[in-house]
């Protein structure tokens, strides 16, 4: 219980801010009814945990059951069992549905919806990205523009070698 308690010490030393403009934890119950230290429910630099949240910029770990929504930018991994929305995502995003508008690093889920630019990596049952640039893996891939490759049941790619192809589809 000591080294839990020193741990979680340690862990808040480290990631407390200097002011109070962001929070370094956050505990949400749903939407915006949260709590967090400092007292920023909008801007996290640590820790985001609940059952739903919905937080305008995260730098660090975002963790929700049942959705975790970042209205701006997410830095670093966001994980919820269900639903899983981010703006600008710069590191890992998880969820039964991920979705975001730009993606810079993985996306991991079911189904993962990146509405336009996805530079890294896509992997779940559908994929779909407008600008991709790196590596879908699912049973079914979708990318307006490829700059990568995509390997699948079935790979839509519109500038891709084939505009659909079977297994491995893709452009360099």
């Given at each position: 219980?000591?080294?839990?308690a ?40 640590g ?9 305008a ?48 690093g993985?996306?991991l ?6 509405m ?43 500038n ?13």
């Amino acid at each position: 219980m000591k080294k839990l308690a020193l741990a979680v010490a340690l862990f808040m030393a480290a990631v407390l801010p200097a002011s109070a403009e962001t929070g370094a934890l956050k505990l949400s119950l749903w939407d915006e009814i949260a709590v967090a230290v400092p007292s920023n429910i909008h801007d996290v630099k640590g820790v985001d945990l609940g059952i739903a949240s919905k937080t305008a910029t995260v730098t660090g770990v975002q963790f929700d059951f049942l959705f975790a929504q970042t209205e701006y930018e997410l830095t670093g991994v966001s994980m919820s069992w269900i639903i899983n929305l981010a703006n600008q995502v710069k590191g890992a995003q998880l969820g039964l549905l991920a979705k975001n508008d730009d993606l810079m690093g993985a996306q991991l889920g079911f189904v993962n919806l990146s509405m336009h630019n996805a530079t890294g990596l896509q992997w779940g049952f559908f994929n779909q990205a407008e600008y991709m640039n790196g590596l879908q893996l699912g049973f079914v891939n979708y990318a307006k523009t490829i700059d990568g490759l995509q390997i699948g049941l079935l790979n839509i790619a519109e500038n891709g070698w084939f505009p659909a192809m079977v297994l491995v589809n893709g452009r360099f």
